[in-house]
């Protein structure tokens, strides 16, 4: 038998003739559960198992035993009216038959229908009655969640000690569990009335105990509030109330459904609680007093400490780094000056030699080579000379904005259309002491590094401000300019960072760049008096920040000199 055939299943009990088998038919056809019934014993105990309702010919119960059917009725649980179908001959209902009415009022729940019947009428009826017994099922399963939860609530009342309480509105009818009147030293006979419980309450508590009421009924909201009592033997406990309004379809307050606690242990230890750590407290103040001149001593004295090694670190950091690009610019110094003499004699020869040749375009070629590699030999020369500090400078004050806008075709030429270049140049600043030549080859070096760290394209920008300190470039005190030169390339890491300035190291791959041209750049701001620093974050950029120091007297009306584009 299938899950739900048993409890909506319909038993036929007609032992004469085909009403049986023909309206179990009928009824299976419509999609129901149906089985026949031999005699009123078998019935009954179908019934017992599980039906939704049972179908039987009038002549089968005539004069039949019906005891132990309308026992089985009768013994049903309240949600239960289990239907029951009688199938009549014409004229046979309850209206002119006495036997019917008889059979209606006995077995309770009776629909009759009067043979001969259309399959319709049966069916409609049939599907009518296990609606209702469905109904009924559900009613049953509702009624055993309320009992299951009904329990499992007192349950929990008892378990966390709670009384309940509902005060009804306007009448302000009480109703205390017995749970809830020990909680105001009643017993659970006694009557404990609204009345009583506004008397119990401690005269210093009775106005705000009174607004939290007010405010929570005004408003239909919750009730929340702890509060002292007076038991009739006069002993002072403490209980707090939890309630939450319950609403009539207007909005009005209906009553008030609540759980109360006694909680004068708690309370208790709250107070001694309390004095005690009011007690510790004047004693933490006492020492705090005595002890507090020597912590702020110690916390000064280390923290003074603390400052000291710090910078005594970065000190010594400094240093190391300031003798290893000392060391590195001697040394650079010391060969580039040598070899630069060879290369001027190997140029003069070359010269010399082009001049006194044979008109043969071959050996001008080579010699012409031969003059372009020591060119080139003797720039890498100059830039050595300049990280070293020891190229030839002609310092004067110069218009920085002057310089970067004069610059400006130049460097759009230079970084091409996938570039853009950004000015943002003051129109009054103080001139700069710088070599205008030498500096405008250090800020086309630096772009051309911008570009190349933009393989996609992206945008450079080139901006001065005048810095009154340099602290964090360790120059004297004193007017200072930054120009910097911004781009949203790739960026450089921290270990890359370290290295930038040293020469012969790049970043770049094998055969694009000599590693000199930020060394050159760093080499010429120390020279003129200033610095280079360098910020980048990989994935966002990097900036090249030139400090220059700020020029006593005006500058020139000369422009400067032409520049070719050098990269490194």
Known sequence: ????????????????????????????????????????????????????LAIIANEAVKTADLRKLVRWLNEQPSWSDFPIVLLTRQGGGPERNPDAMRLALALGNVTFIERPFHPTTLVSVVGSAIRGRRRQYQSR?????LTESESLLQTALRAGRLGTLELQLPSLVLHASNTCKLFFGRRPEQEFSYQDLLASVHPDDRIRRQDVFDRAV???????????????DGSQHWVEVRARAVLRPDGSVRSMVGVCSDITSRKVAEIERETLLAQLAAERTALAELTSTLEQRVEQRTADLMR???????AQDQLRQAQKMETIGQLTGGVAHDFNNLLMAVM??????????????????LIDGALQGAERGA?????????????????????????????????????????????????????????????????????????????????IEIRIREDQTSEEARLPPGRYLALSVIDNGEGMSPETLKRAVEPFFSSKPLGKGTGLGLSMVHGLAVQLGGALQLSSKVGIGTTATLILPVATQLPKAEAPMPVHRQGG
Do not use: H
């Not at 299976?28 to 198992?49: Q, W």
């Not at 005004?218 to 009739?232: A, K, L, T, V």
């Not at 000291?308 to 970065?314: H, S, Y």
């Not at 010269?351 to 071959?362: A, G, H, M, T």
């Open 218 to 232: 005004s408003s239909g909201g919750d009730y929340s509030i702890e509060y002292r009592n007076i038991w009739p």
């Open 348 to 365: 003069g020869n070359l010269d010399l030699l082009r001049k006194r040749i044979p008109d043969d375009p071959r050996l001008r070629r």
């Open 308 to 314: 000291e090694v710090a910078a005594r670190e970065k």
């Open 1 to 52: 038998m299938r899950p739900g055939e048993s409890s909506e299943r319909a038993l036929v009990f007609a032992p004469t003739g085909r009403d049986a088998s023909v309206a179990a038919s009928l009824i299976r056809e419509a999609g129901f559960y149906a089985d026949a019934c031999a005699d009123l014993e078998a019935l009954v105990r179908e019934m017992a198992a599980g039906a939704g």
């Open 141 to 145: 399963a509702i009624l055993e969640n």
């Open 379 to 459: 720039s890498l020369t100059q830039r050595l000379l300049a990280f070293a500090r020891q190229q030839d400078l002609r310092a004067e004050a110069v218009d920085l904005g002057t310089l970067i806008r004069g610059m400006s075709d130049l460097l759009e030429r230079s970084l091409g259309p996938r570039v853009e270049l950004r000015l943002d140049v003051p129109d009054r600043v103080p001139p700069a002491r710088v070599d205008s030549n030498q500096l405008e080859l250090a800020i086309l070096n630096l772009a051309i590094n911008a570009r190349d760290a933009m393989p996609d394209g992206g945008s």
